[in-house]
């Protein structure tokens, strides 16, 4: 049977997202949101449901709660037509959460990462992973439970015949403890932002970080906001401008966005510099709406928006 689809081991949560305030709250006071999102979060979901929406078939394992927010999670998911069969749900752990505050263009985060510290290696579905095609995994560092074995776990599903994508995400702790030596070479596209490239090679500036990285990596695409992306594979660089798009509301999960679209490109063989800039479009589309996913809702919308932007495709 060909391999089909992509896989996703990663974290899962919901967002609060409070928009429209005026600054960050100061110790001891109270400010108002004018606006509030409650929706699917973390980061490896927004990237699964927003692959399934522009028509990657997508499956998703990792683990919430017994509660209301995993209900939420798990609805969100299968609305965009992601296959949850490998989701746990923990009798011991709550579902996580993670409150989001936008002011202009910054966030400021907190994250409570209940269940998803409680994904083992063992809880990867290894007697399914063969007939897919691709297999992600996103925020590494909220993921206690598989860290240790990250390695190992690329190692093996490269072995079953996979193509893999890495996306760390920022440490919280900062202390970028990952031996990116070992485990980069298992990693056929390295996904990682401008800040993460920086703290993770603990360099001050992009060129010396990629210096650092590169020797370990096959494809990096790093995603630099409103900069664009930047694809580095062998000795040979693509820099592509970002969309510019009039309608902007936050940048949540527009890394994770950037990532589905460059998949589906992947997935479909394309050369790189096609991967960037179809990440690009994904990424910008996704500051349209609030929060991750809000803007890939409707599947002929996006198809409209893809059209009117790319009117010659990729
Ligand atoms: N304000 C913006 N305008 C247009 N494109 C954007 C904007 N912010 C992000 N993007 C697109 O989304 C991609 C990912 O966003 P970025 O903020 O770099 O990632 P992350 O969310 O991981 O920090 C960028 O590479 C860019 O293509
Ligand atoms: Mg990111």
């Avoid at 689809?5 to 005026?22: A, K, P, R």
């Avoid at 960050?24 to 509030?36: C, H, K, S, W, Y």
């Avoid at 760390?168 to 800040?195: G, I, M």
Wanted: overall charge negative; some cysteine; hydrophobic content about 45%.
């Amino acid at each position: 049977m060909p391999k089909k689809g992509l896989f996703v081991v990663g974290e899962l949560n919901v967002d609060l997202i409070f928009n429209q305030i005026n600054g960050f709250p100061q110790l001891g006071t109270e400010i108002v949101a004018n606006d509030m999102v409650l929706t699917l979060g973390s980061s490896s979901a927004i990237l699964a449901a927003n692959a399934a929406a522009i028509g990657i078939p997508t499956a998703f394992c990792g683990a919430v709660g017994h509660d209301a927010y995993g209900d939420l999670v798990i609805r969100e998911l299968q609305a965009q037509g992601v296959n949850t069969d490998f989701i746990r749900i923990s009798e011991e752990h709550s579902t996580g959460i993670t409150v989001v505050m936008n002011y202009e263009q910054e966030r400021a985060n907190v994250t409570y990462c209940g269940a998803m510290e409680a994904l083992r290696m063992p809880d990867i579905p290894w007697e399914h992973i063969a007939r897919f095609k691709h297999f992600h995994i996103s925020n590494f560092f909220l993921q206690k439970g598989i860290r240790a074995d990250i390695t190992e776990i690329f190692q093996r599903v490269k072995a079953a015949g996979l193509t893999t994508s890495l996306d760390l995400q920022w440490d919280v702790s900062n202390r970028w403890e990952f031996d990116f030596r070992a485990c980069l070479p298992h990693v056929d596209v390295f996904l990682p932002n401008e800040a993460e490239m920086l703290a993770l090679a603990q360099c001050d500036n992009l060129e010396a970080s990629i210096e650092q990285l590169a020797p370990y990596t096959n494809i990096m695409a790093i995603k630099l906001g409103q900069q664009g992306s930047l694809g580095i594979q062998g000795g040979n660089r693509f820099r592509v401008k970002a969309f510019e798009l009039p309608d902007y509301v936050d940048s949540v999960g527009a890394g994770d966005s950037f990532n589905a679209g460059f998949l589906k490109k992947f997935l479909e063989n394309a050369p790189l510099e096609t991967c960037l800039k179809f990440g690009n479009l994904m990424g910008a589309l996704n500051t349209t709406a609030a929060g991750g996913t809000t803007a890939f809702r409707c599947g002929l919308g996006i198809e409209h928006q893809i059209k009117r932007l790319l009117p010659n495709g990729c």
